[in-house]
Every structure is written in C-alpha cells, then in structure tokens.
T-cell receptor, first 116, second 109 residues
C-alpha cells in the first residue's frame, strides 16, 4: 500500500514569512497526526485529527500555527508568521481509527523547515 | 505529566556484541510502550510494542513497571541495526504518543 505522503520535502524561508505543509495519509486511515521534531529531540505531537475533527491540539502554538483537515482525508499545517525556533522536521502520521487498543502510527518522510 | 527518558544519545558497539538501549518512563496511568526506529534515509517506523511481547529483528523489550523501564535488547548486534531508536509512551484515550529524545546506535565491524 502507498505510504503517507508529504510535501514539500524541504523549505527555507525567512522569519516572519508564512509556510504551509501538506499531508496525504494512507487510504482509509481516519486518524492523522502532525508532529514537530526539533534537532536532537524526539517528535512532539502538535495536533491530532479524527476524520475532520480535532482530538488533541494542546501542544499547538495557536497564535502562529494552524491546521485543517476539511474533508477528513488530506491535511495542511500552516505557520504564520514563522520564527527562528520553528526550524524543525514536521512529520505527518496516520493510523486506523482506534478501537480498543493501541494502533500503529505510520509516518511520512517529513518536511524539513529552515527559518533564517 | 508523562515523560520518556533515553539517557544515551549515542551507543556504539561492535558487531556480535550485546545491545541494550535504555528507556525509562514517568506516567501515572497504565503504560503502553513502543520502540520506533529510523534507519538512514528512511521513515520512522514501529519496531515493537510491549503488549505484543514479540521479537522483531532479534530485538526484545520487557516492560518493568517496578523500575518504570522498557529497555530494548538484542543479544548479538548486526551492522544493519545501526539506526536511531526512539522509545514512546502511549497516553490518554486518543492514541497520543510521547517520544523520548532517541538513541543513535552505531554497530561497528
């Protein structure tokens, strides 16, 4: 089966500019996650969608980050305006709908963002 | 709050030597733990989960609730085991993962 797709793979912007990332999950996966991975750290969950509804966005900096999954399939994550500390790899993952047990999350290749 | 600690940033072993990657967690609920692996130029992927009690690629991990640990072990390291390993803790009812900072395993010939 096709894996999680993300684009772009790399992005370089200047601080205060805006940027958007796109993710297409594995077909049939109801749950979609966006993670931020800063160099030297593990992935940190930013937001989790179940279909087109938000399950958890407690760690999303809502003053500058936004995300949507309007049709319950693909998703976009936006940063506006970007700061230097937003430089990181942004990972998208998806899983089947949770049904009583932990479900494997499948990760995309990530988008590497550099803010200058 | 939940936390996952991987004390070693880098672990270097010789081929054929035993490997142990350490993971400790802090969580007030009933823990569900995972090991994820990222090989060079590949995606992050699930290696194993504690509830399955399985051995994947020769790796095993046992949950020790008394010591709040979930160390990853392999008796004989292979060159292809060289990768970044992340321990992760599942919390809440929404399949939320909290990751450790990762350990880079380097297997030398």
């Amino acid at each position: 089966e096709a894996g999680v797709a993300q684009s772009p793979r790399y992005k370089i912007i200047e601080k205060r500019q805006s940027v958007a990332f796109w993710c297409n999950p594995i077909s049939g996966h109801a749950t979609l996650y966006w993670y931020q991975q800063i160099l030297g750290q593990g992935p940190k969950l930013l937001i989790q969608f179940q279909n087109n509804g938000v399950v958890d966005d407690s760690q999303l900096p809502k003053d500058r980050f936004s995300a949507e999954r309007l049709k319950g399939v693909d998703s976009t994550l936006k940063i506006q305006p970007a700061k230097l500390e937003d430089s990181a790899v942004y990972l998208c993952a998806s899983s089947l709908e949770r049904a009583g047990g932990p479900l494997t999350q499948y990760f995309g290749p990530g988008t590497r963002l550099l803010v200058l | 709050a939940q936390r996952v600690t991987q004390p070693e940033k880098l672990l270097s072993v010789f081929k054929g030597a035993p490997v142990e990657l350490k993971c400790n967690y802090s969580y007030s609920g009933s823990p569900e733990l995972f090991w994820y692996v990222q090989y060079s130029r590949q995606r992050l992927q699930l290696l194993l989960r504690h509830i399955s009690r399985e051995s994947i690629k020769g790796f095993t991990a046992d949950l020790n609730k008394g010591e709040t640990s979930f160390h990853l072990k392999k008796p004989f390291a292979q060159e292809e085991d060289s990768a970044m390993y992340y321990c992760a803790l599942l919390t809440g009812g929404g399949n939320k993962l909290t990751f450790g900072t990762g350990t880079q395993l380097k297997v030398e010939l």
